[in-house]
């Protein structure tokens, strides 16, 4: 099944990313998987934490995705990126 379990590897703060908790179901992946929905909270600097709220199915260990600056208020910012560390 290989859904997610853990994420690591969150890409750096961006001080373009405005604050805030986004629910994100639309992302790239360097991989297969699919159906995967994350919560991201930005804090007031810009940097984001994880939290797997759909562990979707068909991911792998270390695939990487890909959230663009739309999905996280639009502000600007770069693209946030993290790594699958878990699946089961």
Same mark, same amino acid.
């Given at each position: 099944?290989?859904?997610?379990?853990?994420?690591?590897?969150?890409?750096?703060?961006?001080?373009?990313?405005?604050?805030? $908790?986004? +629910?994100?179901?639309?992302? #790239?992946?360097? @991989?297969? !998987?699919? /159906? *995967?929905?994350?919560?991201?909270?930005? =804090?007031?600097?810009?940097?984001?934490?994880?939290?797997?709220?759909?562990?979707?199915?068909?991911?792998?260990?270390? $695939?990487? +995705?890909?959230?663009?600056? #739309?999905?996280? @208020?639009? !502000?600007? /910012? *770069?693209?946030?990126?993290?790594?699958? =560390?878990?699946?089961?």
């Amino acid at each position: 099944m290989s859904s997610i379990e853990t994420v690591d590897n969150i890409s750096s703060a961006d001080v373009l990313r405005p604050a805030g $908790n986004y +629910i994100v179901s639309s992302f #790239s992946t360097n @991989g297969s !998987g699919t /159906g *995967a929905v994350f919560m991201v909270t930005i =804090n007031p600097v810009g940097a984001a934490s994880v939290a797997v709220k759909s562990k979707g199915s068909n991911y792998a260990e270390n $695939n990487t +995705i890909t959230i663009t600056d #739309s999905e996280l @208020g639009n !502000g600007g /910012g *770069a693209s946030l990126t993290f790594s699958v =560390n878990e699946v089961s």
